[in-house]
């Protein structure tokens, strides 16, 4: 269903939460649930899959998740302090071990100057942290390469601070 670097990094992922009896929540809006159903793909991710919130509106994003509508209002859905948000926000209401969030312009409509499609904000949280980043895929990408792209950097995210718990 996904392609093979993606499930490769999904089992890595999967691999490195089972080594360090951790879980995992997602908190989507641009890929809809693509992250979770990257690692649930993987057999045994039953163990430390908490779940998923799929938050594209901003009232999901305010309701499920908690991001505060001043955060919405002032900086956009798509910008680095609703990413943060978002993942503290999946973090506190699943009480998982780590969040991944992420939030974007697939395109190829929805663009801007300021927010070209493919921007993407990501947010990975632990208790004792957050960290942000910001990635800009070639606009001219599909929404589907978008989308899996997006998949595959936060994948990657994810085990770069499971690493960092091993430094």
Same mark, same amino acid.
């Given at each position: ?10 089992k ?14 997602t &908190?989507?809006?641009?890929? %809809?649930?693509? /992250?979770?159903? #990257?690692? $649930?793909? =993987?057999? @045994?991710?039953?163990?430390?899959v ?39 926000? &999946?973090?506190?209401?699943? %009480?998982?071990? /780590?969040?991944? #969030?992420? $939030?974007? =312009?697939? @395109? ?60």
């Amino acid at each position: 269903m996904f392609p093979g670097e993606i499930t490769d990094l999904s089992k890595q992922v999967i691999a490195a939460l089972i080594e360090r009896q951790m879980t995992i929540v997602t &908190a989507e809006s641009c890929t %809809g649930g693509l /992250i979770g159903g #990257a690692l $649930t793909e =993987i057999s @045994g991710s039953s163990a430390v899959v908490y779940g998923g919130f799929i938050t594209y509106a901003n009232e999901a994003k305010m309701e499920m998740i908690g991001v505060r509508a001043d955060i919405l209002d002032h900086h956009g859905a798509v910008s680095e302090q609703t990413a943060r948000a978002m993942a503290e926000g &999946a973090l506190k209401a699943s %009480g998982a071990d /780590i969040a991944i #969030a992420v $939030t974007g =312009i697939a @395109g190829p409509n929805g663009g801007s100057i300021a927010k070209p499609v493919g921007l993407v904000h990501f947010g990975c949280a632990r208790a004792q942290d957050t960290q942000c980043r910001e990635h800009r895929f070639n606009p001219k990408l599909s929404r589907q390469d978008i989308r899996l792209a997006t998949v595959g950097e936060a994948l990657k995210m994810v085990l770069e601070m499971l690493a960092d718990d091993q430094a």
